[in-house]
């Protein structure tokens, strides 16, 4: 088993909504978008996915179908970061198990401490040409990213865009050929429907589990409202991504994160639904923008209504206002309650979102409101979002250039392991494959290496011969174990 380090995004938000989420669901965090059937899909999807009716009741036969019908869509997401020690955020340098990698100096000056990590996700194909949804929150600070697919390539990807408050990344893989994509549904689940999930929890790949819809929609606090569908479906670290399917095998949400204090699958996990997610995507397509206004808000219950003397239910309670954004040069307050939005009747934070998804940077827009027991209309203005400059990639140490591995021959502490190859520190693809500090590397490609010459050696041969893939036997806590590091992008 080799896990990779999962991370769930807008970590401090979730605590505030429940704490104990910080680790939960490293494959899951956070919610997604992408751009709904239609205009947006019709080029690499096909036509709209005919109707599915909800399977509530019996429990179908076996998802065996559904599984055969996605698997070929359903791939892993493998991402390396690179930081500095003394810029690691704290919370980050609490994990004591990371390979530190120091690298080379110049000029006898010690050069800064980099870590290397490794993160694990799933995705699922929507486009034919190499479009891939993932969670935003594994990308995190990557300078590295590959998706591995089923077929055992392993290709470099290229990030199209994120939408942040989704937790969604649209991924750009170069296959060489149309791959199998995933249908997407037409409707939205409903609580008691059967639901199905494929990723790679704790990196066991093409991983099924399967339960019900506990509730949809569900509202989930944070800096951003998000609304999720609801399971009992089993997920826990580096299910992220992956395909949350209807009984009929269409895709109608992403596994997204859980609900935990443990950081593992307790009963309840979330999935981002499938249309806000193909709106988000639709958009990073085509390059736009997005819009900002500058509010949370929260969805009103009956109770909050009652306390608003608000005569109806419907409606959105506006919880915080960003400093000079749109919304507060529009003259909105906390506490206002948003009942329409350019003419939207906003009854819920999805119906927000979704209205606020249609707005167009710098175009003017009535807002209804419900304030202090009357009712008023303000004009906002949106604003086009952001997007922040990318930090600098790290230079990463050229001298690890056995595979991203710096090798030493002997035992890490005298005494305590056999005599051999020993890895002290991993970065690129050998980190990738899963490569791990303190692994002994005992053969490569079936060759025995005994020194740092026979590893050289045999790599050598490998590269010469144009191999796309290594076999690299390593030793772990005294477990052999074959691990395939791709020497290039397939």
Not at 4 to 28: E, S, Y
Not at 121 to 145: K, P
Not at 268 to 292: K, Y
Request: glycine share 10%.
């Amino acid at each position: 088993m080799l896990p990779g380090i999962d991370h769930p995004a807008q970590a401090a938000a979730r605590n505030r909504a429940a704490a104990g989420w910080r680790r939960g669901f490293a494959g899951l965090a956070s919610v997604l978008l992408l751009a709904a059937h239609g205009p947006a899909a019709a080029r690499d999807d096909g036509p709209p996915a005919p109707s599915c009716e909800a399977r509530t009741s019996p429990a179908p036969e076996s998802f065996a179908g559904v599984v055969l019908r996605n698997a070929d869509a359903v791939v892993r997401v493998i991402s390396v970061r690179y930081s500095r020690v003394d810029m690691a955020d704290p919370d980050d340098r609490a994990d004591a198990d990371r390979p530190l990698v120091p690298l080379a100096g110049q000029g006898g000056k010690a050069a800064p401490t980099w870590f290397a990590e490794r993160s694990l996700a799933s995705g699922f194909v929507i486009g034919a040409d190499g479009q891939i949804v993932t969670s935003a929150h594994a990308l995190r600070n990557a300078q590295e990213t590959w998706v591995a697919l089923r077929d055992g390539r392993q290709l470099r990807a290229h990030v199209l865009g994120v939408d942040h408050a989704l937790d969604l990344a649209l991924l750009k893989i170069e296959p060489g050929g149309r791959l199998p994509t995933v249908e997407t549904a037409a409707r939205e689940l409903v609580p008691g429907e059967w639901v199905a999930a494929i990723g790679a929890p704790f990196g066991f790949e093409e991983s099924v589990t399967a339960g019900v819809v506990s509730a949809n929609p569900r509202q989930i606090a944070g800096e951003v409202e998000m609304t999720v569908v609801q399971t009992d479906v089993a997920t826990n670290p580096g299910s992220s991504g992956g395909p949350l399917m209807n009984a009929c095998g269409q895709v109608a949400g992403m596994s997204s994160m859980i609900f935990s204090a443990a950081g593992i699958y307790v009963g309840v996990s979330f999935a981002v639904p499938i249309r806000p997610l193909m709106r988000a995507v639709q958009r990073l397509r085509t390059g736009s923008p997005g819009v900002q206004v500058g509010l949370q808000t929260q969805s009103l219950s009956p109770a909050l209504a009652r306390a608003f003397q608000l005569p109806g239910r419907d409606g959105v309670v506006v919880v915080h206002v960003e400093p000079g954004r749109a919304a507060e040069q529009a003259g909105l307050h906390e506490g206002d309650i948003v009942l329409a939005l350019a003419g939207r009747p906003i009854g819920s934070g999805a119906a927000w979102r979704e209205a606020e998804d249609a707005l167009v940077p710098q175009v003017p827009v009535a807002v209804d409101l419900w304030r202090e027991g009357a009712q008023l209309r303000v004009v906002l203005r949106p604003q086009a979002v952001t997007t922040p400059t990318a930090a600098a990639e790290p230079q990463k140490a050229a001298s690890l250039s056995r595979l991203g591995m710096r090798l030493s021959l002997g035992t890490p502490v005298a005494g305590s392991a056999q005599p051999g190859v020993y890895v002290l520190a991993v970065a690129g693809r050998a980190l990738a494959a899963g490569i791990e500090e303190g692994d002994r590397i005992a053969a490569l490609n079936a060759q025995p290496v005994r020194s740092l010459p026979d590893f050289d050696r045999v790599l050598e041969r490998a590269i010469a011969s144009q191999a796309a893939v290594a076999a690299l036997l390593i030793v772990r806590e005294g477990v052999p174990l074959y691990v395939p590091v791709h020497l290039k992008d397939d």
